[in-house]
């Protein structure tokens, strides 16, 4: 049975910074891309990061130069940096692994695992 769990959510002030991680179980992160996503309040599910099999990462634009996604194949665990964090990044985190299609990589519906999610909120 597969599972991702993650961590590392919680409340900080503008301009704070958090490490969220996403540890798989049962699953080996050897798909060609792996994501994190976040959904605010009364918003739809958005994606914010993807890390490619050959290292390449890309960003939202809402979140570019902030935040960073990272892997640790020895902790078969996935990371999400985010630093000098803003009100409006308060949402609930998700990662996402074993991307189904062949082009892209940053529609939800494509990736087949998810982990629980975790809240971030970001105070002013």
């Known amino acids: 049975q597969v599972r991702l769990v993650e961590s590392g959510g919680g409340s900080v002030q503008a301009g704070g910074a958090l490490r969220l991680s996403c540890a798989a179980f049962g699953y080996t992160y050897s798909t060609r891309c792996m994501g994190w996503f976040r959904q605010a309040p009364g918003k739809e599910r958005e994606?914010?990061?993807?890390?490619?099999?050959?290292?390449?990462?890309?960003?939202?634009?809402?979140?570019?130069?902030?935040?960073?996604?990272?892997?640790?194949?020895a902790k078969n665990t996935l990371y999400l940096q985010m630093n000098s964090l803003k009100p409006e990044d308060t949402a609930i985190y998700y990662c996402a692994t074993d991307y189904r299609s062949s082009v892209g990589c940053s529609a939800a519906?494509?990736?087949?695992?998810?982990?629980q999610g975790t809240q971030v909120t970001v105070s002013s």
Request: no cysteine.
């Open 47 to 73: 994606w914010v990061a993807a890390l490619y099999s050959g290292g390449i990462t890309l960003y939202a634009d809402s979140v570019k130069g902030r935040f960073t996604i990272s892997q640790d194949n």
């Open 109 to 115: 519906a494509d990736f087949r695992y998810w982990g």
